[in-house]
């Protein structure tokens, strides 16, 4: 038989035999990885899902014609949506403002895609249902009051139309908006009802963009426009967007913080099993030196069995920590999380690390004794 | 001689045992420390989130509306006079509200239009950092310098007592060519009045085409003393449930039990229903952009918190019960001798018991104080302000330690006694 045969022999017999110390051991660095794995998955996945539920504060951009007579085309439109990586893109809605008359009180309306606009502002209350096709309005809360219009009635719209003259429309309530902010003062409708009766086709007022970009990134879009378009002003909406960085960085140091005192713990309660385990395997130590065993030798076993354990471990770990972080995910971002192949060489290796660290120290304290003292167990 | 044999294996075993005593006392610190941070996370998040300004404003009931709800009676009942405008006098109320606690900073401003070089300009006046003294006796310091916390401060916030600086919008401030350290002459009907430019802002919104003075100078300017437009509150909130959502709708529809819950829950619409009690003829709405997104984040990182730490108690209970497993295992010898020498079972488990959970106390006493230490320290690096000790951690924390060391050891115990002495001794 050689040596190596030997040596395998021994630590997988080692492994077999001891099933129930084994198994305590291997649920220890199983435990540990697992917990490992899954913080660091959810840790490097937080940014990016956090950021997505930052967007619930709606724009982060507008884009404005660069002065008050111009307007925006679809086409302006298409190309700064192909500036940003698709993934990115949460919503984009343009918007055409025109004054109109109600009950002969001058008030302002709104044309947009309402699909996109369920994008960009989500935080968007509406009591009934939202416009959906080009007879219907949704109606802000103010403008509601003021003019008594109610869900489902109907009111008349004055415009001026492409001749000059005022002309009426009518047009069904489909909801009443309710945001707490400007927009209660507006009524909205799409775009092409909005065209219709203006009598012509108008470009954009403002585009008002959701990017789950940070704020830096942002930024270089911005830049990046203002010099490639022409006649586009990009602004930032500072408000969301250097408020986010703040609260969003805060957040990202929550979980590191979380992960690092977890992990640090973990590891430690990882190691003192392993040494419990080890410290109980004094007698074989001892036994082996008598028959004639090098230090090294003996410590080359350990060696070996705390690197199959860390292995075996780690990998359980790997599978249950992926689950845990997928579990964590769907249930706070009902998304599934991102996996990340670069964790698994540092899960395993920091569970190999710690479980053979961990054997390694009380067999060093074994070796250096007597073996004689050591069989009389003392 | 029971307590005898408990004190020689503690002190005879002492390395051992102070091993499991240091797993359990990591358990525990981690138990505490994460379910501290997590009963807290809720409370330091909303503060963060607090940099996204007002989550309710507060207007004036609209004249229309009045005219509206009073016209079959003849329009003389004196609503029409006080319908446009809020009184600054009343401001101080809103903090004696039944959540004025939570109430972090509020704002009132006063909207006029001025002429600035032949152009007429929106001008606001605001409390900068204000000290209000109320009823009570307390004062309180507010105004919009911890609002906003977004814009960019080219120069100096000001002061409420300067009445005559300024603080000029950026596209304003280039369009109209104005640096920090000009004057400023404005004019309004009434005459003209200079200001001294001390700072000028991005907000990156329609302030910027805005000039922001001093309420009392804005209210001077208008010739409207006590007259406020509107307020900005940003209070701390509990995200809205299904009984908020009602309440939000008609707080008249709920039950007097369901009105009593509402009415003493911090949710946004309950504030602003409160704040609407104290001032006259007011509306106040709820931002939906703040406070529906703030409901959104906080529940979110709630969760999030509350799986984390759930995982660690799992990672930990289970790191506990198997090291005591392990080290109650490798007793066999000496639980074979005892029962070679007549040992009863019940007598052998309580000896090995009562050691297990003596160690297992001073462990856990011991890491709990550890935890709120490492509490402390993720509290002070993230969000600047310690973490709240709850005291409901502890029985927590206790009937964790204690029942995971039970389930440790109790199994591996009874498999120990039921091995025969002689087997055990021989070496099997």
């Known amino acids: 038989m050689t040596k190596q045969k030997m040596y395998l022999r021994m630590i997988t017999s080692s492994l077999l035999r001891r099933k129930s110390r084994m198994l305590i051991a291997l649920l220890a660095v199983a435990i540990g990885a697992t917990i490992l794995f899954g913080l660091a998955t959810i840790y490097v996945d937080i940014p990016q899902q956090m950021g997505q539920e930052f967007r619930s504060y709606g724009a982060n951009i507008i884009f404005l014609p660069s002065s008050e007579e111009e307007e925006l085309e679809d086409e302006t439109m298409e190309k700064i949506r192909a500036m940003v990586p698709e993934k990115q893109v949460v919503g984009m809605a343009p918007y055409i403002y025109e004054n109109i008359r109600i009950n002969e009180l001058p008030f302002m309306a709104a044309g947009t895609d309402i699909e996109s606009v369920k994008t960009t502002s989500p935080y968007w209350y509406v009591s009934g249902e939202w416009p959906g096709d080009e007879t219907q309005v949704l109606a802000g809360k103010e403008l509601a009051d003021t003019v008594g219009a109610k869900e489902g009635e109907e009111i008349s719209i004055k415009i001026e139309g492409a001749d000059g003259s005022m002309t009426e429309h009518k047009f069904r309530v489909s909801g009443i908006l309710q945001t707490g902010g400007n927009e209660e003062d507006y009524v909205f409708l799409s775009r092409e009802a909005l065209s219709q009766i203006m009598g012509r086709e108008a470009g954009i007022d403002v585009i008002e963009c ?66 419990a385990v080890v410290v109980e395997r004094r007698k074989e130590i001892g036994l082996k030196k008598a028959l004639g065993a090098s230090n090294s030798g003996i410590t080359r076993d350990f060696l070996g069995e705390g690197f199959f354990l860390g292995l075996l471990g780690g990998g359980l770990g790997i599978g249950l920590g992926y689950l845990f972080a997928r579990a964590v995910s769907m249930s706070v971002f009902s998304r599934p999380v991102f996996f990340h192949p670069v964790l698994i060489p540092i899960t395993l290796g920091v569970a190999v690390g710690v479980t053979v660290l961990a054997c390694l120290l009380p067999v060093r304290r074994a070796t250096d004794v007597d073996p004689a003292v050591v069989l009389k167990g003392e | 001689m029971f307590w005898r044999m408990v004190r020689g294996t503690i002190f005879r075993q002492f390395s051992k045992m102070l091993m499991i005593a240091v797993t359990i006392a990591l358990g525990a610190s981690l138990a505490t420390a994460m379910l501290n941070v997590m009963f807290d996370v809720g409370d330091k998040v909303n503060q963060e989130l607090k940099t996204y300004g007002a989550n309710i404003t507060v207007l004036p009931k609209t004249s229309s509306l009045i005219s509206d709800l009073y016209e079959t009676e003849d329009g003389s009942d004196g609503a029409q006079d006080t319908g446009q405008y809020l009184k600054e006098s009343e401001l101080g109320k809103i903090k004696t509200i039944f959540w004025a606690y939570n109430i972090v900073d509020y704002a009132p401003y006063f909207n006029t239009n001025v002429t600035l070089a032949g152009k007429e300009v929106p001008l606001t006046g605001t409390w900068f950092s204000y000290t209000l003294d109320l009823p009570t006796g307390e004062s309180v310091t507010s105004g919009i310098n911890n609002m906003k916390t977004w814009w960019d401060v080219e120069g100096e916030w000001l002061t409420d007592a300067e009445e005559d600086t300024a603080m000029v919008g950026s596209t304003l401030a280039e369009s109209a060519g104005i640096k920090v350290g000009d004057t400023i002459s404005v004019e309004v009907a009434a005459g003209n009045r200079d200001f001294t430019v001390k700072a000028v802002f991005v907000s990156g919104d329609e302030s910027d085409d805005a000039i922001y003075v001093p309420l009392a100078a804005a209210q001077a300017l208008a010739g409207k003393e006590d007259a406020v437009s509107s307020i900005d509150v940003s209070a701390l909130t509990t995200p809205d449930n299904d009984l908020a959502r009602r309440a939000a709708k008609d707080p008249s529809s709920l039950s007097v039990k369901d009105m009593e819950t509402w009415y003493c829950t911090a949710y946004v619409s309950s504030i602003a229903y409160q704040i609407e009690e104290v001032i006259t003829d007011s509306v106040a709405k709820s931002v939906r952009q703040v406070s529906e997104s703030e409901g959104a984040i906080l529940d979110k990182t709630q969760l999030l918190m509350l799986l984390i730490t759930i995982l660690s108690l799992i990672g930990s209970a289970l790191g506990i019960s198997n090291l005591v497993t392990a080290s109650v ?96 001794l021989h070496g099997r």
């Open chain 2, 329 to 424: 295992m490798e007793r066999s010898k000496e639980i074979g001798l005892i029962k070679a020498l007549g040992g009863k079972n019940g007598a052998i488990s309580w000896l090995v018991l009562t050691e297990i959970l003596l160690t297992a106390l001073v462990g856990g006493v011991g890491g709990y104080f550890a935890g709120i230490g490492f509490a402390q320290i993720i509290g002070h690096t993230v969000f600047g302000s310690a973490i709240s000790v709850k005291p409901m951690v502890i029985p927590m924390v206790a009937v964790m330690v204690f029942a995971v060391t039970m389930i440790g050891s109790i199994p591996s115990i009874r498999l120990l006694l039921r091995l025969r002495p002689a087997e055990v």
């Open chain 1, 210 to 275: 959701s990017f789950s970009l940070p704020q830096d990134e942002l930024k270089a879009l911005s830049d990046r426009v203002s010099a490639e378009l022409e006649g586009v002003t990009p602004r930032l909406v500072k408000r969301v967007t250097e408020s986010e960085g703040t609260v969003l960085t805060k957040l990202q140091a929550l979980v590191l913080l979380v992960t690092i005192v977890v992990l640090g713990l973990t590891m430690v309660c990882v190691a003192t099993t392993m040494m």
